[in-house]
């Protein structure tokens, strides 16, 4: 395809998984009961992901708890009672808090991708937790014997590892979901809480060679969780300044459910460096209502007027359902906006003649 288009990462999980998933955390049920149901759920995820014409495919993150949780489940250095975030209609997600170091990974995002690759006939793209998202975990009083700085110097090596163990297993992207970009900058206005997730982010980046960071891509939205968000009222002005600093080859912006779409594409197209790929939001996961090929195909010529078309790509605005008990989207809806995100693709190269 002359445009390049790519999902971001969820998508809902079939509801017997969801109810076994629950049943598994509430300890119910144990592991080998839900496995099996696992393992279904990502053959047919990639089997209809394949169906759409998608290029670029996911297993759907049909076996993490979350995309944010999935390193550190199952933890034993944990508390449950960690930073809060608040989403618009009222309810509230939590991060455990940190107990003890060293930090070390429990779960890489490699075995979900060697898993998917056994079922897959195309390229697969795999998405791993920020080193910022992760560096919420550490408590503000601190814990006792393990300094902040030494924390920080262990999670950048952890995400690193979790980075390079896709890449060897041949991941065709890396994409790093950052949608705490806004929000840092909601909970702090002064921008000082957004710069150090830039920092540490690149701290990790750092790590890799220019031709691997080409296979590595950074994802920002305002939160989709149970069709609400977590900071869509902070302007993407805010962000997107800082978020091109970011050392990676591609970067997938939310942009669909934007009610000014020309001011952030004017953003984007004074900020974005000459080497980086933009990857623009055509699809709006959390609005029930299942786009055209048509609309999509218009999205994508406005964004070409400010973006060059050697740098542009579509995505979806976030994931489905980012965190494994969300079931505010049904898997027919999700891939039917997979299918006109890939035609209205099609359809907008065919009227720029690439």
Known sequence: MPIPTEPIGSIPRPP?????????????ISSDRVRPLYEQAIRDTIQRFEATGSPVI????QSKPSFVSYPIHGLETLAPDGVTIAFADGHVRQLPRLTAGPFR??????TFLEEAQKHARVPIKQAVISASA???????????????EVFLDDLVREAERDIRRCLTQGAHIVQIDFTEGRLAVKLDPTKQLLKAFVGLNNRVLERFTRAERTRIGVHTCPGGDKDST???DVGYGQLLPS???LNVGNFYIQLASEKDRGRVLAIIKNHAKPDQKIFVGVIDPI?????????VRDRVLEAAEFILLAQLGTTDDCGFAPFGDDTS???????????ARVAGTKLAAQVLGV
């Open 58 to 61: 996911t297993d759907g993150e």
């Open 105 to 110: 990974y429990r779960t890489y995002a490699d």
């Open 230 to 232: 977590h900071s869509a």
């Open 287 to 295: 609005n029930p209502r299942i786009e055209t090929p048509e609309e």
């Open 134 to 148: 992760l560096s919420l975990l550490y408590p503000q009083d601190g814990v006792p014997g393990y300094t902040r």
């Open 243 to 245: 978020l091109f600093e």
């Open 329 to 339: 989207t049904s898997r027919d809806t999700a891939f039917a906006k997979i299918n």
């Open 16 to 28: 017997e998984l969801v109810e076994a998933m629950q049943q598994l955390a509430s300890g119910r």
